[in-house]
């Protein structure tokens, strides 16, 4: 595992550009965790940009990011999609986040459009905890609710 510094701090300060769209997905990733609105909204694209992000009050906490799998995205393409799944703890719920993102280059820059968001489904009780612990969701994360 990089450490921040190695991995996601250059493209947050700008000082060079995520050559894939796994490296911006990860980056937005950690952009979010640190609530770096600018960062989002600069590799967000134009067409599908909101117009601010506010986390003012927002009290979500991210945990973990698991890449699913990517589709194109490489340095020498022009488009491509990275599925994902992001636990957030919020309100004291652990959640999860499954997206399908889709990824856009222009003029050498990456930038994320937009994505479809699978449905939130709580795991059962004695299914394995969304968190990665090995223990069974009841004796987990269910315990915080």
């Known amino acids: 595992m990089k450490l921040m510094d190695e991995c996601c701090l250059p493209f947050l300060s700008g000082i060079i550009q995520p050559e ?5 997905m990860r980056s937005r990733y ?3 965790c640190l609530k770096d609105g600018q960062y ?3 590799t967000w694209h134009v067409r ?3 117009g601010k992000l506010d986390f003012q009050g927002d009290d979500t906490e991210w945990v973990k990011l698991d890449i699913v799998g990517q ?7 022009t488009e491509g999609k990275v599925e994902f799944v992001a636990l957030y703890r919020q309100g004291g719920c652990l959640r999860r986040l499954h ?3 889709r990824f856009v280059k222009e003029e050498g820059e990456w930038f994320y459009v937009d ?7 709580k795991p059962g009780r004695n299914d ?6 090995g223990k069974k969701y009841k004796k987990c994360c269910a315990v915080e609710i």
Request: proline share 8%; glycine share 8%; charged share 25%.
């Open 115 to 121: 994505g479809d968001i699978k449905p939130d489904i």
């Open 71 to 77: 589709d194109l995205g490489e340095n020498s393409d």
């Open 30 to 32: 950690t952009a979010y």
């Open 99 to 101: 997206e399908n993102s």
């Open 48 to 50: 599908t940009r909101p």
């Open 128 to 133: 394995p905890c969304w968190c990665g612990s």
């Open 40 to 42: 989002l909204l600069r």
């Open 20 to 24: 894939t769209t796994l490296s911006l």
